[in-house]
């Protein structure tokens, strides 16, 4: 996988002791460093050897995973040197380097005894070379809860946020199910993070620990290329938190000024996820000269397998028995009545309408309360409807945004085809689980006409006047 890297102006190479002796890098060579030196149980002078000798950190200047354990290091007094040279993709692909992380990945860190890889390993390391560091917590519990949210932030947070990011740049394939699903569970893990942070400065006890040191250069990507402030909007407590810790100088001296996404980073040109055209067979002569070409290639250099596009399942709403209902015919009409609205759509609706091969559905969203800003509010209904995308074929969709003032209330009316809200729609849209679904009762005539006045986005909507009206078709 390719790595996030930010740019800032200020140089994490660090000085002191270590500005002398650049250009050494094995610290195996030192004469201060014994071999196998039990360093967390050690005596203090070899302690002290390691705080004042540099370690020296295998990675580019400004690489996100690296940043971790150069904060640390910022935090507890330990030196940590960049190796001199350093380059993406040719260093960490060297003999000497796949020596000490066989994945090659990247950052890699030279101790005493031996190298150290993954990134979470290695600030942890640069935080217990100092005994008693706070940045480890002050008691079992707290070491617990330290280890609890370096997890967290690992499989919850940047796991996450990497499945939506690197796509995006080209860097594995890019399907946007795939990417849906990501951000959904992105959402999940926020929220929790979100409640947790309502209550709680910091992620344990009352200082910065190294898991705030972990978590917030995990949601540095995010935050810089992804998370727009519409979407980071829902989660209050997580914005002041990455703020606040953004700008604590150890942070600041490292990543510089940070600045929010102001749009989700654009998807790379090539899109592998479309179904390409049915080709014509090649002669056997063009297919042997193409699995040559191919070979040749240079591979991308993420790692992973390259996937092969798997048949498309049929959905299962196109196993249902056919309707007499044709949800285009019901589009159209919609789009094409001017006048008379009630008289030619509505009614045409309840002409068209097929109960047994569709079904109606209200939706309430349930934090009306957070609607305080009238664009954030319209984003946010917007996200939902681009979203909805992957139901264009099975569903037509009415969003009010109800109200003059702040707060907004959001509810809409939905058509889907079949009896329930389709499960891949669930599946794939995070923004389904922020609403309350009621399904509409055809026999309460009460209901109906809510449906009708939705339909025709009629002001005043239940008392209220509208600040828009979105229609999904
Ligand atoms: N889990 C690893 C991830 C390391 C990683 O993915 N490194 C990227 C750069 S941030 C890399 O070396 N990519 C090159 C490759 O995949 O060959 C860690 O936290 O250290």
Same mark, same amino acid.
């Given at each position: 996988?390719?790595?996030?890297?930010?740019?800032?102006?200020?140089?994490?190479?660090?000085?002191?002791?270590?500005?002398?002796?650049?250009?050494?890098?094995s610290l195996r060579q030192r004469p201060c460093f014994r071999k196998s030196t039990p360093i967390l149980n050690s005596a203090?002078a070899d302690v002290?050897s390691v705080?004042?000798m540099?370690l020296?950190?295998?990675?580019?200047?400004?690489?996100?995973?690296?940043?971790?354990?150069?904060?640390?290091?910022?935090?507890?007094?330990?030196?940590?040197?960049?190796?001199?040279?350093?380059?993406?993709?040719?260093?960490?692909?060297?003999?000497?380097?796949?020596?000490?992380?066989?994945?090659?990945?990247?950052?890699?860190l030279e101790t005493p005894d031996g190298p150290i890889?993954?990134?979470?390993?290695?600030?942890?390391y640069?935080?217990?070379v100092?005994?008693?560091?706070?940045?480890?917590?002050?008691? $079992?519990? =707290?070491? &617990?809860? *330290?280890? /609890?949210?370096?997890?967290?932030?690992?499989?919850?947070?940047?796991?996450?946020? @990497?499945?939506?990011?690197?796509?995006?740049?080209?860097?594995?394939?890019?399907?946007? $199910?795939? =990417?849906? &699903?990501? *951000?959904? /569970?992105?959402?999940?893990?926020?929220?929790?993070?979100?409640?947790?942070?309502? @209550?709680?400065?910091?992620?344990?006890?009352?200082?910065?620990?190294?898991?705030?040191?972990?978590?917030?250069?995990?949601?540095?990507?995010?935050?810089?290329?992804?998370?727009?402030?519409?979407?980071?909007?829902?989660?209050?407590?997580?914005?002041?938190?990455?703020?606040?810790?953004?700008?604590?100088?150890?942070?600041?001296?490292?990543?510089?000024?940070?600045?929010?996404?102001?749009?989700?980073?654009?998807?790379?040109?090539?899109?592998?996820?479309?179904?390409?055209?049915?080709?014509?067979?090649?002669?056997?002569?063009?297919?042997?000269?193409?699995?040559?070409?191919?070979?040749?290639?240079?591979?991308?250099?993420?790692?992973?397998?390259?996937?092969?596009?798997?048949?498309?399942?049929?959905?299962?709403?196109?196993?249902?028995?056919?309707?007499?209902?044709?949800?285009?015919?019901?589009?159209?009409?919609?789009?094409?009545?001017?006048?008379?609205?009630?008289?030619?759509?509505?009614?045409?609706?309840?002409?068209?309408?097929?109960?047994?091969?569709?079904?109606?559905?209200?939706?309430?969203?349930?934090?009306?309360?957070?609607?305080?800003?009238?664009?954030?509010?319209?984003?946010?209904?917007?996200?939902?409807?681009?979203?909805?995308?992957?139901?264009?074929?099975?569903?037509?969709?009415?969003?009010?945004?109800?109200?003059?003032?702040?707060?907004?209330?959001?509810?809409?009316?939905?058509?889907?085809?079949?009896?329930?809200?389709?499960?891949?729609?669930?599946?794939?849209?995070?923004?389904?689980?922020?609403?309350?679904?009621?399904?509409?009762?055809?026999?309460?005539?009460?209901?109906?006409?809510?449906?009708?006045?939705?339909?025709?986005?009629?002001?005043?909507?239940?008392?209220?006047?509208?600040?828009?009206?979105?229609?999904?078709?």
């Amino acid at each position: 996988m390719t790595g996030f890297s930010f740019d800032h102006q200020v140089s994490v190479e660090y000085k002191g002791g270590a500005e002398k002796r650049r250009g050494t890098t094995s610290l195996r060579q030192r004469p201060c460093f014994r071999k196998s030196t039990p360093i967390l149980n050690s005596a203090k002078a070899d302690v002290f050897s390691v705080k004042e000798m540099a370690l020296i950190l295998h990675a580019q200047k400004g690489n996100k995973n690296a940043t971790k354990a150069i904060i640390a290091a910022e935090y507890s007094g330990v030196q940590v040197e960049l190796a001199p040279n350093f380059t993406n993709g040719v260093s960490n692909k060297t003999p000497e380097f796949i020596k000490m992380n066989p994945l090659g990945k990247i950052p890699v860190l030279e101790t005493p005894d031996g190298p150290i890889f993954e990134s979470n390993a290695i600030a942890r390391y640069v935080t217990r070379v100092v005994p008693d560091n706070p940045l480890y917590g002050s008691s $079992l519990i =707290e070491y &617990a809860h *330290i280890e /609890q949210w370096i997890d967290f932030s690992a499989t919850e947070i940047d796991e996450n946020i @990497s499945k939506w990011f690197f796509p995006r740049i080209g860097s594995g394939v890019f399907l946007p $199910l795939a =990417e849906e &699903a990501a *951000i959904s /569970q992105l959402k999940r893990s926020l929220g929790a993070l979100n409640t947790y942070l309502a @209550s709680n400065t910091y992620l344990v006890g009352h200082a910065v620990t190294l898991a705030d040191i972990i978590m917030t250069c995990n949601l540095l990507p995010g935050f810089m290329r992804v998370m727009t402030k519409s979407f980071t909007a829902e989660f209050p407590h997580v914005e002041r938190y990455f703020w606040t810790m953004i700008n604590q100088p150890n942070f600041r001296k490292i990543f510089g000024e940070v600045k929010q996404a102001e749009k989700v980073f654009p998807v790379a040109s090539k899109k592998p996820s479309e179904p390409k055209e049915a080709a014509k067979p090649k002669p056997k002569e063009e297919l042997k000269k193409e699995a040559k070409k191919e070979q040749a290639k240079p591979k991308v250099d993420d790692g992973e397998e390259e996937e092969q596009p798997k048949p498309k399942p049929k959905n299962p709403l196109d196993l249902l028995p056919p309707s007499k209902m044709i949800l285009d015919d019901w589009k159209r009409l919609y789009s094409n009545t001017k006048t008379n609205f009630r008289e030619i759509a509505i009614k045409g609706f309840w002409d068209m309408y097929d109960p047994e091969g569709y079904s109606l559905w209200f939706c309430d969203y349930k934090y009306n309360d957070e609607n305080t800003v009238s664009f954030v509010t319209l984003n946010k209904v917007g996200g939902f409807l681009q979203r909805m995308d992957l139901a264009r074929k099975y569903a037509f969709g009415k969003m009010l945004v109800i109200g003059s003032e702040p707060p907004f209330k959001v509810k809409g009316l939905w058509l889907f085809r079949g009896q329930e809200i389709p499960q891949f729609v669930m599946d794939e849209c995070y923004d389904m689980e922020l609403y309350e679904w009621t399904k509409v009762d055809l026999s309460d005539e009460a209901q109906k006409e809510r449906v009708n006045q939705m339909i025709e986005d009629q002001e005043p909507f239940e008392g209220e006047a509208l600040l828009d009206a979105k229609c999904f078709k």
